[in-house]
């Protein structure tokens, strides 16, 4: 069964308590970092202690998430070749556009045919042809970058991220388009505070279906805003009840509340309770 991915906790693949803490957070999924957290003299060495960590470790449930240096750089061929020979989870590949992944998927194809790819999304022409992108084969999720994406339209971030609302929604509408994941780009601070908590309720109400994390601190607050309310999963049972019972009547058209159940809104609360089964749970924690 497909498992969620609502947190994804980055963790430097240099560093190796924290990747034996890693499981502990309560993150959907671990991202072990060989690009951005490792300097370039200690990237040989990442590259062994992650690969590594993938043959030994337990993770239990946890999904396994490698981010490998870029095909452009001295690192990215041997990142890829070493951890596939690990038998991750997925690859994330950065400053990812269709040419590029269309190279990782081959050696997928050739290494590891069961590792999945996730294409970060950090360049102005990635985010354009975002689309095309999430087509490759492999490819089961699609992240937005923020940091490099605004360096690379010559701006900067702002608490407002209006600089990067277009590139959300493109994120957003491609993933869903190709039916597979849309990944928020992480928060940059590492408190828990109200501009953080409404960054995260931003990336749902855009349509994201999960957040990557800098902090073990912000996984709990991105589980709750991205798991189904106890309201939610008792309205969307009403929902489908209330279809049902239009179809054996033969009625084109129910109500439920005052409201017309159109088909849009039965959708929306099969993926609720889809969400909700995932999770194994009858109510979400989630408040507003």
Known sequence: MKSLRRSLLFVPGNNPGMILSAPVFGADAVILDLEDSVAPNQKDAARRLVSEALRTLAFGKIERIVRVNALSTPFGEKDIGTILAAKPDALLVPKAEPESLRRVSAMVDEMAPETGIIALLETALGVELAYQCALV???????????????????????????ISYARQRVVIAAAAARIDSIDTPYTGTEVTDEFLADVRLARKLGFTGKACISPRHVQAVNEVFSPTQEEIVFAKRVLEAAEDGRRRGVGAVSLDGKMIDPPIEARARQVLMRAGLLGVEGGKRNG
């Open 137 to 163: 084969p492999h490819v089961n999720g699609l992240f937005l970058g923020a940091e490099d994406f605004t360096a690379d339209i010559g701006t900067s971030r702002s608490a407002e991220g209006i600089e």
